[in-house]
C-alpha cells in the first residue's frame, strides 16, 4: 500500500507502508493501453468506459480506518439472457444486462490498482485490493481527513488487449480540516530521505522527469525493484484529478538500468496545469512516497503537428543518466 499525506508544513513529504513486492508498469491516463509515447487523453475521468462501470458500494465512509468495497461491471447486453439463466446474482450486476468482471489480466503481478487521493491532493494512498469469487473487491485504507476525495480503478479484463483506469467520487465524512495543496517545489522529504525532481511536464508532449534519491546527503544507489520497476509515478491534474501513470525507462535485471540515485521517466501530461506528482520507490524493504506539486506548460507544437520538444526528448533519452535508461522503457502495465 502506497501512502502519502502532506501538510503546508511538510510541502513534499509522503510515507509509505510496503505491502509487498507488486510489478510496475506505465500508462498514460486512459489505463494500461495508453502510453507515454502516445496519447496523453487523460483517464479516471469517468466512472463507466466502453462497455465497463466502476460501481462503488461505498460512496460515503467515516475518516479513519474503513473499507472500501466495488464491482467492475460488464455491459452484455444480450449475452446476459444467459448468465439469467442460472437463476444466482453473484458474479452479476442490478441489470440484467450486466455482469460483474471475474476474469483479469495481471498487470505486473496484480489484477487492479486502487488509487485514492484527495480532492486537494494532500491525500494518496495506492492499494491492492482483494477480489471475491462473485466479482466484488474491498481494501481496508487509512483516509486521515474528512472532505471530498476521488477513486481511480486501473486494470486490464481477460480478453481485452488494453486496460482502463475508471473513477469514482468519494465522500469521507467526519471533522473536516482545511488543508491547502502544498506550493510548488522540486524537493520532497520523506522518513529521512531527500527527493529532488529535474525537468517539468508539458502539455501534449513529452518530458523527461528525473527523480534522484539521496540519504543523508548520499545518493541511494541500491533502490529495490518494486512492481517491477525501480519507481511509479502517478501524477493528478488538479481541480479534475485526471490521471496518468508514468513507468520508468530500462527495469531491473536489463543489464543496463542502475538501481538509483536515477529513476526517468518520459511523461506527456493532458494539458497544461497545475499537477500533483506521487513517486513510489522502495529501499532497505520499506516503499515510500515523495510528492510534488509542479506545474505544466502548453507544449509547443510543430508545423508538421508533432511536438518540438520529441527530438530534444529522444536525445536527452538516449544519453540520460550515463546511459543507464533507454530510449524506449518497456511499456509495462502499471501498479
Do not use: C
Request: net charge negative; proline share 6%; hydrophobic share 35%.
Amino acid at each position: 500500500m502506497s501512502n502519502a499525506d502532506t501538510t503546508p508544513s511538510s510541502p513534499a513529504a509522503g510515507s509509505h507502508a510496503a505491502h509487498g513486492a507488486h510489478e510496475h508498469g506505465a500508462h498514460a491516463a486512459q489505463g494500461h493501453g495508453a502510453h507515454e509515447h502516445g496519447s496523453a487523453a487523460p483517464g479516471g475521468l469517468h466512472a463507466s468506459l466502453d462497455g465497463y462501470t466502476l460501481e462503488l458500494s461505498t460512496p460515503e465512509v467515516a475518516a479513519g480506518t474503513t473499507e472500501i468495497r466495488f464491482a467492475i461491471v460488464e455491459d452484455v447486453g444480450a449475452d446476459a439472457g444467459a448468465s439469467a439463466e442460472q437463476g444466482a446474482d453473484a458474479g452479476r450486476g442490478a441489470d440484467a444486462g450486466a455482469r460483474r468482471v471475474t476474469a483479469y489480466r495481471q498487470l505486473h503481478g496484480k489484477e487492479l490498482h486502487l488509487i485514492i487521493a484527495a480532492r486537494d491532493l494532500t491525500v494518496y494512498r495506492h492499494l491492492h485490493p482483494t477480489r471475491a469469487a462473485d466479482g466484488g473487491w474491498s481494501a481496508p485504507v487509512e483516509l486521515p481527513r474528512a472532505g471530498a476525495y476521488r477513486l481511480f480503478a486501473d486494470f486490464a479484463p481477460e480478453g481485452r488487449e488494453e486496460g482502463l483506469t475508471l473513477g469514482a467520487d468519494l465522500t469521507v465524512t467526519g471533522e473536516e480540516q482545511q488543508v491547502e495543496t502544498p506550493e510548488e517545489s522540486d524537493l520532497a522529504r520523506v522518513d529521512g530521505y531527500e527527493v529532488r525532481l529535474a525537468g517539468r511536464p508539458s502539455g501534449g508532449a513529452p518530458s523527461p522527469l528525473t527523480l534522484r534519491v539521496a540519504r543523508d546527503g548520499r545518493p541511494v544507489t541500491d533502490l529495490e525493484p518494486y512492481l517491477g520497476a525501480y519507481g511509479h509515478l502517478v501524477a493528478l491534474r488538479s481541480g479534475d484529478l485526471a490521471y496518468l501513470h508514468v513507468h520508468p525507462h530500462g527495469e531491473p535485471g536489463d543489464g543496463r538500468t542502475r538501481p538509483g540515485p536515477d529513476v526517468t521517466f518520459t511523461a506527456v501530461a493532458p494539458s497544461a496545469g497545475v499537477y500533483r506528482l506521487f513517486f513510489d520507490f522502495q529501499h532497505e524493504g520499506t516503499v515510500r512516497t515523495a510528492a510534488f506539486t509542479v506545474r505544466a506548460d502548453e507544449g509547443e507544437r510543430a508545423p508538421d503537428g508533432g511536438s518540438k520538444h520529441r527530438e530534444e526528448h529522444t536525445h536527452h533519452a538516449h544519453h540520460a543518466a550515463d546511459g543507464q535508461h533507454t530510449h524506449h522503457p518497456q511499456h509495462g502495465h502499471h501498479a
